[in-house]
């Protein structure tokens, strides 16, 4: 597709329960970035893919969250066992290469109940 | 971590009024992006920055990445409502597989 492409773009789940959030990056870009963001408020990093490297890890909140990026496209963030702190809106990003423009698809909002 | 701190977090003006916004950070970058927000919608880049002391200007709005390239600002002219929305400051961590790390954001709203 022409853009970062995101789904589903709501969904509410209920507590414990475990959701799939999907990512289709711009065909060809390496750089594949997760982030979550809270109600007006900055990114916080959560995952970063850059081609056939280890994925940086880091900003996972914990072992409930994980995520993979098959054949070096699509990707898919999981969050396991949800709790209410994990309600967010979920923004992928990527890139054609490390540090260069990031293209942001419209986020998964997702709400824990 | 390179964090990068954006000032102030919340801005709320008039119609005609100027502004700036800061982003800084006590690490080197080797470049900042600049990203506007609205609601619902992924950030969009309005700018890279790439050489310290380099000044970039769209329409009304400029920015300017520090000497030391460990800062960078973004100042609007005559702020129009159409301005409204979430300002990022973003740059790539060296040494960190050059991820791309955010700001912590500015949220303006511009108001008639």
């Known amino acids: 597709g022409a853009g970062v492409s995101q789904s589903p773009s709501n969904k509410v789940t209920e507590k414990g329960k475990d959701v799939e959030l999907r990512c289709d990056p711009i065909?060809?870009?390496?750089?594949l970035y997760w982030y979550r963001q809270s109600l007006g408020q900055g990114l916080e990093f959560l995952i970063y893919?850059?081609?056939?490297?280890?994925?940086?890890k880091s900003g996972l909140p914990s072992d409930r969250f994980s995520a993979e990026r098959t054949g070096g496209s699509v990707s898919t963030l999981t969050i396991q066992r949800t709790q209410q702190e994990d309600s967010a809106v979920y923004l992928c990003?990527?890139?054609?290469?490390?540090?260069?423009?990031?293209?942001f698809g419209q986020g998964t909002r997702l709400t824990v109940v | 971590t390179q964090l990068l701190e954006q000032s102030p977090q919340f801005l709320s003006i008039q119609e005609g009024e100027n502004l700036t916004v800061y982003c800084n950070s006590s690490?080197?970058?080797?470049?900042l992006q600049w990203y506007r927000q609205e609601p619902g919608e992924g950030p969009v880049l309005l700018v890279t920055?790439?050489?310290?002391?380099e000044v970039k200007k769209l329409k009304r709005l400029t920015f300017q990445f520090g000497d030391a390239r460990k800062d960078s600002s973004l100042h609007i002219t005559a702020a129009q409502p159409g301005d409204t929305g979430l300002y990022l400051c973003?740059?790539?961590?060296?040494?960190?597989?050059?991820?791309?790390?955010f700001g912590t954001g500015t949220q303006l709203k511009v108001e008639l």
């Open positions: 065909s060809g870009h390496t750089a």
């Open positions: 973003a740059g790539p961590i060296t040494g960190g597989g050059n991820k791309l790390t």
């Open positions: 893919f850059q081609g056939n490297s280890a994925p940086d």
């Open positions: 690490s080197v970058f080797s470049s």
């Open positions: 990003a990527s890139s054609s290469g490390a540090g260069t423009e990031a293209f």
């Open positions: 920055v790439v050489t310290g002391g």
